[in-house]
Structure formats: structure tokens, C-alpha cells
T-cell receptor, first 116, second 111 residues
Framework: NAGVTQTPKFQVLKTGQSMTLQCAQD?????MYWYRQDPGMGLRLIYY???????DKGEVPNGYNVSRLNKREFSLRLESAAPSQTSVYFC???????????????FGNGTRLTVT | KQEVTQIPAALSVPEGENLVLNCSFT??????LQWFRQDPGKGLTSLLL?????REQTSGRLNASLDKSSGRSTLYIAASQPGDSATYLC??????????FGTGTRLTIIP
């Protein structure tokens, strides 16, 4: 029961470096999400893909890009990392959109990113 | 702008006690409310989802209630166990993808 798998688990970057966070789900879910979690701020939505072939901005999209590669995979790219992007990043998926009848979120275990 | 508050930030109770966790929100125009648990170093696990038309949902020893008019939800845990120790978060859905999360209550069950 893999669920939502994120790689890598940990990453340290220097300011200005780029990287891509990978996410894959094996539950045949239509919707996928990227969140960041910072102390005292709760989870904040970065980008989401309500269905294969579509992506939209969330609450804090600046400095990030995403690609919905296929139904299973949704990647998050930092083009030029900044210390303010130090955070824990979570990928999540759900069967349908959050406005659907019953569509709880399933989360991966996170990527802990430090930008120095 | 929707705000979600969870008080207290931390709670310790002896094993075996029943307990209630609180979640309050400022905008009652929500589509659903979800409760999650998060273990240290892990992602969130969905516990219960209450649709806006529902008053409560139950799963095993967990019962979540929703009162939209007062902007409150509670998560009741019966007969607490050490394995219940975790951070519990609630999130409200406005009908689009942009959920608003609370910052959680860190629960410790004392054996």
C-alpha cells in the first residue's frame, strides 16, 4: 500500500540552486496538490492539479512551478531556491476535487528542504 | 479571509480518559471539514470528513461534530491510548481546492 510517495526525503540547497520534488500516487486519484508546512503557519497550498492536464495556483505559488506529468505524477520545481523556501513540502492526492461529495486528502511523508 | 484556530496548542491527558479537541473557523460558508492526525516526521493521515450538511461522523473511538452556525467542530476521542499521541489538525474546504488548515493541537497521552 504505497499511497503517495515523495522523493527525496531530505534536501539541502544553496541559494540560487534549482531542484525538482517528485510525487507519485498509486490510488488512481484525479486531483493532486503541493503544500508547504511552516511552524506556526499551518499548511499552505502552493499549486494543485484538479485533473490530469490542468494545474492552478494556490495560496503561495511564487518561486515555484509544477508539472502534472501524467495521472500518477505531479512534480514541484524550485528554479532559484531562496532561504524563505526552507520548509517541509507535502504532496497530497484525492479521488476528486475538494468540492466533490467525499474526497479526503491523502498525504505523502514529506520532503524536508533547507536552503542556506 | 477564512481563519481556522485550534486551541489549545498542546494537551496532555492520562491514558483511558475521554477527550475533546476543538477547531473554530470564521467563515461558515464551508463545503466540508476534515480532521487529520500527523505523527512526528510524517505526513497527515485523514481521520474524518464531515460534509456541510452533516452534523457528525464516527470512526471507531473517534467522533467529529460540526456546527456551521457557530463556526465550530470538535473531535472526541474515547478511551484514549498512548498510540493516540500525535498532532491533530482540522481543515475547512470552501468548495474549491483552497483548504484552510489550523495549526493543530499536539496531544500527548500519558501511560
Amino acid at each position: 500500500n504505497a499511497g503517495v510517495t515523495q522523493t527525496p526525503k531530505f534536501q539541502v540547497l544553496k541559494t540560487g540552486q534549482s531542484m525538482t520534488l517528485q510525487c507519485a500516487q498509486d490510488m488512481n486519484h484525479n486531483s493532486m496538490y503541493w503544500y508547504r508546512q511552516d511552524p506556526g503557519m499551518g499548511l499552505r497550498l502552493i499549486y494543485y492539479s484538479a485533473s490530469e492536464g490542468t494545474t492552478d495556483k494556490g495560496e503561495v505559488p511564487n518561486g515555484y512551478n509544477v508539472s502534472r506529468l501524467n495521472k500518477r505524477e505531479f512534480s514541484l520545481r524550485l528554479e532559484s531556491a531562496a532561504p524563505s523556501q526552507t520548509s517541509v513540502y507535502f504532496c497530497a492526492s484525492s479521488k476528486d476535487r475538494q468540492g466533490a461529495v467525499y474526497s479526503p486528502l491523502h498525504f505523502g511523508n514529506g520532503t524536508r528542504l533547507t536552503v542556506t | 479571509k477564512q481563519e481556522v484556530t485550534q486551541i489549545p496548542a498542546a494537551l496532555s491527558v492520562p491514558e483511558g480518559e475521554n477527550l475533546v479537541l476543538n477547531c473554530s473557523f470564521t467563515d461558515s460558508a464551508i463545503y466540508n471539514l476534515q480532521w487529520f492526525r500527523q505523527d512526528p516526521g510524517k505526513g497527515l493521515t485523514s481521520l474524518l470528513l464531515i460534509q456541510s450538511s452533516q452534523r457528525e461522523q464516527t470512526s471507531g473511538r473517534l467522533n467529529a461534530s460540526l456546527d456551521k452556525s457557530s463556526g465550530r467542530s470538535t473531535l472526541y476521542i474515547a478511551a484514549s491510548q498512548p498510540g493516540d499521541s500525535a498532532t491533530y489538525l482540522c481543515a475547512v474546504a470552501p468548495g474549491n481546492e483552497k483548504l484552510t488548515f489550523g495549526t493543530g493541537t499536539r496531544l500527548t497521552i500519558i501511560p
